[in-house]
């Protein structure tokens, strides 16, 4: 996400737009960003007070996998839109809004796949985007 904004602010210099233009525009790219990810285990989360431990051991258990945003529109806190069975359908179901975003902004959209140690997910993934 970061990504995207450093290159577009440099676009923008380069193109020569006034400040308050490119203050503008980075405010509305900033605006429609979105963060997801998911995490295989919630064992660090439980750790570290964000989940209740039940349902920590609940989830790992029953293979419940969070899609966890972060958006400006909620104000940097994080989030869990969805709980997903399996790694397999979580996968599925963080390509479904990264193609939904695509579709919204068949211009502008700009995707980024990351990971923590999960590099062969975040192929699987990039490849599939």
Not at 16 to 32: A, G, M, S, W, Y
Not at 97 to 111: E, G, S, T
Request: hydrophobic share 45%; charged share 25%.
């Amino acid at each position: 996400m970061m990504e995207a904004m450093v290159l577009n602010l440099v676009e923008l210099i380069q193109r020569q737009f006034e400040p308050n233009d490119i203050v503008t525009r980075i405010k509305h790219l900033l605006e429609q960003s979105a963060f997801y990810f998911t995490t295989a285990k919630l064992d660090n989360l439980v750790k570290g007070g964000r989940v209740n431990p039940l349902s920590g051991l609940l989830s790992n258990a029953l293979e419940i996998i969070p899609i966890i945003t972060m958006s400006a529109e909620s104000d940097g806190e994080v989030s869990v839109p969805d709980e997903i069975r399996t790694k397999k359908r979580a996968q599925d179901r963080l390509f479904e809004i990264a193609d939904a975003h695509i579709q919204q902004y068949p211009k502008y959209a700009y995707v980024a796949v990351g990971h923590t140690g999960g590099e062969a997910n975040a192929l699987v993934m990039r490849n599939r985007i």
